[in-house]
């Protein structure tokens, strides 16, 4: 795990400017909600995080290191979307196993993290069935467990249960959960799941227009909000 450092981060597409001068310090270990309404720069922000989009300006360091020195590799994220994309033609284990595959790693060593990362998400029985076998629930948890195979320094979650209907976005929340507290890799858990945030995160991020808006622990957002923007997002204050 690491922590994740931005410094004046700007992003703008083209004359479109995005984020504005963004700073956000997220401590190793940490859960940390994104939260803010559709096109406020959430997503671009994980992106960029990622090293999947350029900044226009400002520092991003992992772990004390700034991304832009980093080979993919070495940058080690994983990020989970809501539409994960499993191989149709492989199984369970040979989909969750596959970046490592690609690294070149020992078969064993292999069948170790994947059986390990299987245990830790219950998906031991199902490793063997292909993707059309399972339901949307399963194959996100499968798409969770390939990410957890790569042991990545940071976890990128961009709204991920969104595609899930209401009782199994509860059900994988709680095991969201279970696993951060497993493997305390820090996680940034992009949402505009106000219930979401405030069950899963020790930290809340509430953006608005590519502007951090407010930022702390979900019970001080919620009973202290900054300013009616944040009271309409977070809830209502007391
Ligand atoms: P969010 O994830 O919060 O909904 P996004 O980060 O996806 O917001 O988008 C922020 C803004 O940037 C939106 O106005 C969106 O239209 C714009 N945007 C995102 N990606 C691109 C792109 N590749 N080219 C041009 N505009 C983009
Ligand atoms: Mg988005």
Do not use: W
């Not at 310090?25 to 960029?48: H, Y």
């Not at 004390?64 to 070495?74: A, F, I």
């Not at 990128?156 to 249960?161: A, G």
């Not at 001080?220 to 997002?233: H, M, S, W």
Request: aromatic fraction near 6%; proline fraction near 5%; hydrophobic fraction near 45%.
């Amino acid at each position: 795990m690491a922590s994740v450092q931005l410094t004046g981060v700007k992003k703008s597409f083209g004359a479109l400017p995005v984020i504005h001068d963004l700073d956000l310090k997220i401590e190793d270990g940490a859960f940390v909600a994104l939260v803010g309404p559709s096109g406020c720069g959430k997503s671009t922000l994980l992106r960029m995080i990622a090293g999947l989009e350029e900044t226009t300006g400002g520092d991003i360091a992992i772990g004390g290191r700034l991304v832009n020195d980093l080979t993919p590799r070495e940058r080690n994220i994983a990020m989970v979307f809501q539409n994960y994309a499993l191989y149709p033609h492989m199984t369970v284990a040979e989909n969750m196993g596959f970046n490592m595959k690609l690294a070149r790693k020992p078969a064993a060593e292999i069948d170790a993290r994947v059986n390990e990362a299987a245990r830790m998400l219950s998906l031991t029985p199902l490793l063997g069935r292909k993707p059309s076998q399972l339901s949307g629930g399963q194959r996100q948890r499968v798409a969770m467990g390939r990410a957890v195979v790569r042991n990545p320094q940071v976890f990128l979650f961009d709204e991920p249960l969104s595609n899930l209907d209401a009782k199994l976005r509860v059900q994988m929340r709680a095991e969201i959960k279970l696993l951060h507290q497993k493997v305390r890799t820090t996680a940034i858990y992009v949402t505009h799941d106000q219930i979401e945030a405030m069950t899963l995160a020790d930290h809340i991020v509430v953006m608005h227009g590519g502007r951090i808006e407010q930022q702390g622990h979900p019970m001080e957002l919620y009973r202290k909000p900054a300013n009616l923007f944040v009271a309409g997002f977070i809830g209502t204050p007391a």
